[in-house]
């Protein structure tokens, strides 16, 4: 059975750092390029950041440059999203997604088959 799980959200100060993390099992990663998404209430869900199958190549929300960093560790079938500086408005739920190709898409969702559950970060103080 296909499955992604994401981990690592909760609640943090503005200004402070989460990393999320994005497990596979029953199939390996590395032959997928992985996004990370997310939604707040009231809000339709967005690409935040989008990792090659080889990990050269990454892609992010410009509200995301500079704060987030995607990366993925293709022998622990795990793909991470480093968030620093985090502020109110990220908060959302975060999900990630394994496309059905090796490049990410201009369309961030475009090609995403299989997706995680979430995991919610809150930001406040």
């Known amino acids: 059975q296909l499955q992604l799980v994401e981990s690592g959200g909760g609640l943090v100060q503005p200004g402070g750092s989460l990393r999320l993390s994005c497990a596979a099992s029953?199939?390996?990663?590395?032959?997928?390029?992985i996004g990370w998404f997310r939604q707040a209430p009231g809000k339709e869900r967005e690409g935040v950041s989008c990792?090659?199958?080889?990990?050269?190549?990454?892609h992010y929300l410009n509200s995301a440059k500079g704060r987030f960093t995607i990366s993925r560790d293709n022998a622990k079938n795990t793909v991470y999203l480093q968030m620093n500086s985090l502020k109110p408005e990220d908060t959302a739920v975060y999900y990630c997604?394994?496309?059905?190709?090796?490049?990410?898409?201009?369309?961030?969702?475009?090609?995403?088959?299989?997706w995680g559950k979430g995991t919610l970060v809150t930001v406040s103080s």
């Open positions: 990792i090659s199958s080889s990990g050269g190549d990454s």
């Open positions: 997604a394994a496309s059905l190709f090796r490049l990410c898409s201009e369309t961030p969702q475009f090609g995403m088959k299989y």
């Open positions: 029953g199939f390996p990663l590395d032959g997928y390029a």
